[in-house]
């Protein structure tokens, strides 16, 4: 898992010609990024796909510990999809970390539209790799 094939990482990698490109940032305890979903995103006419929804929290919820300076993976994710998440308009995603046990933290995340609505909500534990 070394950073010149973390490039390539379908959510985050700069290089990657058809990844998601998502940049982020640390506000408190919290990690944020944005996305604006296109029509190559959705399932549904003007709906992002429920699996790259989940993909978009699984990814801020688990580089949120590999920001940390840990190899982190995600051990298991739970998603609740409350309303359709929209192409087109700018989504909030965001991830925190709720407690932690040994080599196992477990975090919670939400994706929100810009007037606020959540759209789906995340928990997922994600594991350390190695002895770190
Ligand atoms: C730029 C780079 C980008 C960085 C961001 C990355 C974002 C992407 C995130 C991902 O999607 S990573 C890819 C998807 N995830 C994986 O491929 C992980 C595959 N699974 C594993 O590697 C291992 O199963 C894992 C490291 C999660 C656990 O294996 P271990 O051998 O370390 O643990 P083990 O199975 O022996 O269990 C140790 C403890 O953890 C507990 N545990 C393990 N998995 C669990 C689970 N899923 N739920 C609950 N508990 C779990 C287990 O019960 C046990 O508890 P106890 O010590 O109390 O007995």
Redesign the pocket.
């Known amino acids: 898992?070394d950073?010149i094939n973390?490039m390539w990482?379908f959510?985050?990698?700069p290089q990657n010609p058809i990844g998601l490109k998502l940049k982020f940032r640390e506000e408190g305890d919290t990690y944020i990024s944005t996305f604006i979903a296109g029509p190559e995103h959705q399932g549904y006419d003007g709906i992002m796909h429920g699996g790259l929804v989940s993909t978009l929290l699984?990814?801020i919820m688990?580089?949120y510990v590999?920001a940390k300076g840990l190899t982190?993976?995600?051990?298991?994710l739970e998603v609740r999809y409350r309303q359709p998440t929209p192409i087109g308009q700018e989504l909030r995603i965001s991830g925190w970390i709720t407690s932690q046990r040994?080599?196992?933290y477990e975090l919670a995340g939400k994706i929100a539209l810009p007037d606020g609505t959540v759209t789906a909500e995340g928990k997922a534990?994600v594991?350390i790799?190695g002895d770190e």
Do not use: F, I, P, S
């Open positions: 898992m950073d973390n990482c959510a985050c990698g699984d990814e688990a580089r590999y982190a993976v995600t051990a298991k040994g080599k196992m534990m594991a790799k």
